[in-house]
């Protein structure tokens, strides 16, 4: 366990007594160590992201992969999507899949069936009109054919959002395993939570102002800790 509850006062950026009711109340996975308790950053990072929490540039310090993840690296190995149409989550995946960038071995018949057994499982709309889809288990092998797949929805379409906001941009999400889809989906939400980056995408700008926008985010985004 590398987590102390100071820790993850910080992280979170709320008083102890806040932990221990989040412990108690909300399922924080937390474990008792000679009277202690301590936290794994796994699982802080996962219940962080579960919950819908803000995602604090102390969270992006936490140790995940040896390999670093760079959001505008995986776009560029994906595709960005222009018109994508659909009445609800499935018809707008359906639309996505058949134009998205896949490795050879990859079927989309396997990756549409896995976004939409997560979506049923619990929506990916995050709120500010962005969805995050991605698939319930890992199915890209080689970390080096990990994607994200940049989707703008034509018009705005439902997609039973925690706001109730409709959903103007998807970002699906095909990682290798599981340490990886968690680092690169908090710094996707990370990016989400920045007002000038929703507004760029609400406003429709060129990608190529979003993709700039993103690099210069991603310099100033804190390092791994050791």
């Not at 000679?34 to 969270?59: A, C, D, L, P, R």
């Not at 505008?72 to 998205?100: C, F, Q, W, Y």
């Not at 549409?112 to 890992?138: C, D, F, K, Y």
């Amino acid at each position: 366990m590398e987590l102390k509850m100071k820790d993850v006062s910080e992280i979170l950026k709320v008083p102890e007594r806040e932990i221990l009711k989040y412990i108690k109340e909300m399922g924080m996975p937390v474990h008792v160590i000679n009277h202690q308790n301590m936290f794994n950053k796994e699982e802080i990072k996962e219940w962080v992201i579960k919950n819908g929490m803000t995602v604090s540039e102390k969270m992006l310090e936490l140790s995940g992969t040896s390999r670093p993840v760079r959001i505008s690296e995986l776009i560029k190995n994906g595709a960005v999507l222009h018109n994508v149409t659909g009445r609800d989550p499935k018809e707008l995946l359906a639309d996505a899949v058949k134009r998205m960038k896949l490795p050879a071995e990859v079927k989309r018949a396997d990756v549409l069936t896995s976004l939409i057994e997560r979506e049923e499982m619990m929506p990916t709309a995050v709120g500010r009109g962005i969805a995050i889809p991605h698939p319930r288990n890992p199915i890209i092998a080689d970390v080096d054919h990990e994607s994200i797949t940049v989707c703008f929805i034509t018009p705005p379409s439902n997609y039973n959002s925690v706001d109730g906001k409709p959903v103007h941009t998807m970002f699906i999400i095909l990682s290798a395993n599981s340490k990886r889809h968690l680092e690169i989906l908090s710094k996707l939400l990370f990016l989400c939570q920045q007002k000038e980056f929703i507004e760029m995408l609400e406003s429709a700008k060129p990608f190529e102002e979003v993709m700039d926008y993103i690099v210069e985010a991603e310099k100033k985004m804190p390092e791994r800790s050791k």
